[in-house]
């Protein structure tokens, strides 16, 4: 059932109280039916700052005696504050209004009154109080109802669908819920309106730190908002927002949207408590499916879909491993950073999970049947990525470690481990390479394998030292030049030119090596032992 339409006390009622049988409308009659609530009087000069909405405020223009024409931009001020009506008493301090005020007030539609000379403040205050309380005493008997029926709402598990519905109908009005990712819940007439609302739109409600009014551009239309901060004890808040479309939005509206807001904090904080024991036993079930604590594929699916994550028969998966170049963070600062990339990544839909297992940063990516298509789909997967990870570690520096991609979903545990003997490498050997894949390390998978073995302590014996020894009479010059030389296919003139040097200096270098150590570079076995002592230079 509705709730009975409420008149309230208006400006337009204020000529039905004695004290004000003589006062005179000069202006601004579009207010008339503006709502009372509260009183004020203005003797100060910078009254501005202390004004409400709804209040009738008065003055004896003291303020302005010097130079009545202030009220032309206080007028306007005053109006944007959401002032009912400002009653001015003349004779005493100046004559009349000046016409410029009167035409400010009908420009901005605030009723501008001419109090008696005879008016007294005192008297007036208590007879328009008396009237808005009995007002306000039937706001609150509607605003009973409404919180009853809100309640009873919440309490039966209808959800925020019916919630918003049913404030809708109390307030005559669309109304909108923004979760903290901005992502909008709507009631049914909100909804129609989502599709003519550009997205942009939506970024200054989190923009304005103290939100109360706004205007939202709906089409063609500005349409004027009401926000309210939903008091649900997160860092970024819900933000209920009522749209002034349909209906004026009146006191007890105001009423009705604070405790709806309370009521729809205690709500959320319950979610929210459900949604962190769910993200802590998705983030085990994560670990456990890494690790391969999960053996049996039943078990995998059936834990997976009491996460409310079911898994696609026809995924790709692929498991990374972040490396920090310099000293990793703590465990602790990587679980909230794990928190704060899952957030993000919800937000932007991605389908990217993050968790910390055996002290490492991992995400695990899942590649639908549609992404599953080449070298541009797997580039845009990492770089969907790197949009998400490069402003949570800000300057720290790190390399994406991947594991190989498996479309079984009891191999997952295989790839982190790829992924994992992956970032080992990039360690040990020193690699500065910002996406690496584990069955791209070619050479280095080899050397690593064989680290501290007494067979590459021989081939560095017999290949390595005389390269270091014979680079440290040139301080450095000739093993760099012989690295670049290889990397340049073998192509002198290429090698100068990345060097920026001339071509004869590194044709001489080139001698000195070969005259040195008494080894050919055409030859095909001498040019990879060569290679593979310069790459094993690179492991610690």
């Known amino acids: 059932m509705d709730d009975p339409i409420r008149e309230g006390f208006t400006v337009k009622s204020l000529f039905d109280v004695p004290q004000f049988k003589d006062a005179v409308l000069l202006g601004g009659e579009a207010g008339l039916n503006s709502l009372i609530s509260r009183i004020n009087v203005m003797e100060v000069p910078d009254v501005i700052d ?13 303020p302005f005696k010097h130079d009545p024409e202030v009220l032309v931009p206080l007028i306007e001020q005053l109006a944007s504050k959401g002032v009912a009506a400002l009653g001015v008493k003349t004779k005493r301090f100046f004559d009349e209004v000046p016409a410029a005020a009167i035409e400010a007030a009908n420009r901005y539609g605030m009723p501008l009154i001419e109090l008696p ?13 008396e009237r808005v309380l ?3 005493s039937k706001d609150l008997t509607i605003l009973q109802g409404r919180v009853q029926r809100l309640s009873h ?19 005559r009005n669309p109304v909108i819920l923004l979760d903290p990712h901005n992502r909008r819940t709507g009631s049914p007439d909100a909804e129609k309106l989502f599709e003519l609302i ?20 709906i089409g063609e239309r500005s349409v004027r908002v009401h926000v309210a901060t939903v008091p649900d004890g997160q860092v970024r808040s819900y933000l209920l927002l009522i749209l002034e479309y349909s209906a004026e939005y009146g006191a007890v509206d105001t009423l009705t949207i604070n405790w709806a807001g309370r009521l729809l904090g205690f709500e959320i904080s319950n979610m929210q ?4 024991i769910e993200v802590k036993y998705f983030d ?6 890494l690790a391969g604590r999960i053996v049996s594929t039943v078990d995998l699916r059936l834990r997976a879909e009491a996460c409310g994550w079911p898994l696609a028969e026809d995924a790709v998966y692929l498991a990374g491993v972040v490396s920090f170049w310099e000293r990793k963070p703590e465990v602790k600062s990587l679980q909230e950073l794990a928190k704060r990339l899952n957030w993000e990544s919800d937000s932007r839909g991605s389908d990217l999970k993050w968790t910390v297992l055996e002290g490492e ?7 639908r049947s549609e992404e599953i298509g080449g070298l541009h789909a797997r580039q845009q997967l990492t770089g969907n990525l790197w949009t998400i990870l490069r402003p949570m570690i800000q300057e720290k520096q790190v390399s994406l470690c991947l594991g190989r991609e498996v479309s079984r979903q009891a191999e997952v545990s295989g790839s982190y481990r790829d992924a994992k003997r992956a970032a080992d490498i990039r360690r040990v050997c020193r690699l500065k390479d910002e996406t690496l894949r584990y069955n791209e390390l070619g050479v280095y998978l080899l050397l690593y394998r064989l680290q501290g073995t007494d067979e590459m302590e021989e081939f560095q014996r017999l290949y390595l030292n005389p390269l270091l020894e014979l680079d440290a009479k040139q301080q450095g010059a000739l093993l760099n030049t012989l690295r670049t030389y290889f990397d340049c296919n073998c192509n002198a003139k290429e090698t100068a030119e990345r060097m920026y040097l001339h071509y004869n200096t590194i044709n001489y270098r080139l001698d000195r090596i070969k005259n040195e150590l008494g080894l050919r570079l055409d030859d095909p076995e001498t040019k990879l032992l060569l290679q593979l002592a310069i790459r094993s230079n690179d492991i610690e």
């Open 361 to 367: 940063l991992v995400v695990l990516f899942t590649l």
């Open 198 to 217: 550009e997205e942009t739109e939506w970024v200054k409600f989190r923009e304005d730190q103290t939100p109360e009014t706004n205007v939202l551009q």
């Open 134 to 136: 009995v007002s306000e």
């Open 284 to 289: 085990q079930f994560l670990q456990d499916w």
């Open 50 to 62: 202390w004004v409400r909405p709804g209040e009738l405020l008065m003055t004896t223009g003291y």
């Open 273 to 276: 408590a459900r949604k962190n």
């Open 153 to 171: 709402v919440l309490l039966h598990g209808d959800g925020l669908s019916s919630y918003l519905n049913h404030l809708q109908v109390m307030i």
């Open 117 to 129: 000379p005879g008016t007294t403040f005192s008297d007036v205050v208590r007879e328009v109080m």
